[in-house]
């Protein structure tokens, strides 16, 4: 069976930790940003991590 090829835009946007963590930024940071209150704009800067299915998928896209 042939290796997986990388996802080019998953390799861009997703970032693996030393310990095997897969973090990414959050979605809805782009525009329409004047109707979002400041503390969920604080909220939504940053990576954070991700879990469960979201981490496999991720994962998955990466070759890993």
């Known amino acids: 069976m ?6 080019s835009g998953t390799k861009d946007r997703v970032k693996v930790s030393k310990n095997g963590k897969v973090r990414a930024g959050s979605p ?3 525009h329409f ?16 991590t991700r879990t469960g299915t979201a ?4 994962r ?5």
């Open 55 to 58: 981490a496999k998928t991720l």
């Open 60 to 64: 998955k896209q990466l070759g890993l």
């Open 28 to 30: 809805n940071k782009n």
């Open 2 to 7: 042939p290796k997986l090829k990388t996802h």
């Open 33 to 48: 940003l004047r109707k979002k209150s400041g503390s969920r704009k604080r909220a939504l800067a940053g990576l954070k």
